[in-house]
T-cell receptor, first 115, second 113 residues
Framework: EAGVAQSPRYKIIEKRQSVAFWCNPI?????LYWYQQILGQGPKLLIQ????????DSQLPKDRFSAERLKGVDSTLKIQPAKLEDSAVYLC?????????????FGPGTRLLVL | AQSVTQLDSHVSVSEGTPVLLRCNYS??????LFWYVQHPNKGLQLLLK??????LVKGINGFEAEFKKSETSFHLTKPSAHMSDAAEYFC???????????FGTGTLLAVQP
């Protein structure tokens, strides 16, 4: 079974530029998550989708971050404009549903550096 | 609200010696707790999970954890460390019916030859 795919793996941009990340979850997984992991910290949930609907985006900085999952499969996360403090690893994860099993499958992440 | 505290940011052991990574939790009801491992440049992987069944939980690669309600702890152990165990380990609590994972700050395990 193919895992969660993310691209690009690395990105370097200057502040105030925009950037987009792509995620392809495991086939058949209804729930998709985006996390931000700042160096030295645990991952923090940014947004959770159930199919193409948003379940939780309470931690998403909506003035600069946006995410979509139009067809309930792939997802993109965008930052516009980027700030220095957005430097982090952005992780995508998926799970079959939102049941309380806690098992999520993570991609390798996209490492973003904002200069 | 549920949360977890990992008591050590770094742990260093010698190969072949026991591993102990400590985690305390805070929850107003019986929590679901997990340990995830993150190897360099790889995705997070579930090691084991506790969901109110047996209090001693066995995971992959010889790891296990014991849920102790009286101590509000969920420490991760392994009898004998291997070089391949070097990684960052996260204690995680599940919050709510939407499967939201709340991660601890992580413990970086180093294994010396």
């Amino acid at each position: 079974e193919a895992g969660v795919a993310q691209s690009p793996r690395y990105k370097i941009i200057e502040k105030r530029q925009s950037v987009a990340f792509w995620c392809n979850p495991i086939s058949g997984h209804a729930t998709l998550y985006w996390y931000q992991q700042i160096l030295g910290q645990g991952p923090k949930l940014l947004i959770q989708f159930q199919n193409n609907g948003v379940v939780d985006d309470s931690q998403l900085p909506k003035d600069r971050f946006s995410a979509e999952r139009l067809k309930g499969v792939d997802s993109t996360l965008k930052i516009q404009p980027a700030k220095l403090e957005d430097s982090a690893v952005y992780l995508c994860a998926s799970s079959p549903g939102t049941g309380n099993s806690g098992t999520q499958y993570f991609g390798p992440g996209t490492r973003l550096l904002v200069l | 609200a549920q949360s977890v505290t990992q008591l050590d940011s770094h742990v260093s052991v010698s190969e072949g010696t026991p591993v102990l990574l400590r985690c305390n939790y805070s929850s107003s009801y019986s929590p679901s707790l997990f340990w995830y491992v993150q190897h360099p440049n790889k995705g997070l992987q579930l090691l084991l999970k506790y969901t109110s069944a047996a209090t001693l939980v066995k995971g992959i690669n010889g790891f296990e954890a014991e849920f102790k309600k009286s101590e509000t702890s969920f420490h991760l152990t392994k009898p004998s460390a291997h070089m391949s165990d070097a990684a960052e380990y996260f204690c995680v609590v599940v919050r709510g019916a939407t499967n939201k994972l709340i991660f601890g700050t992580g413990t970086l395990l180093a294994v010396q030859p």
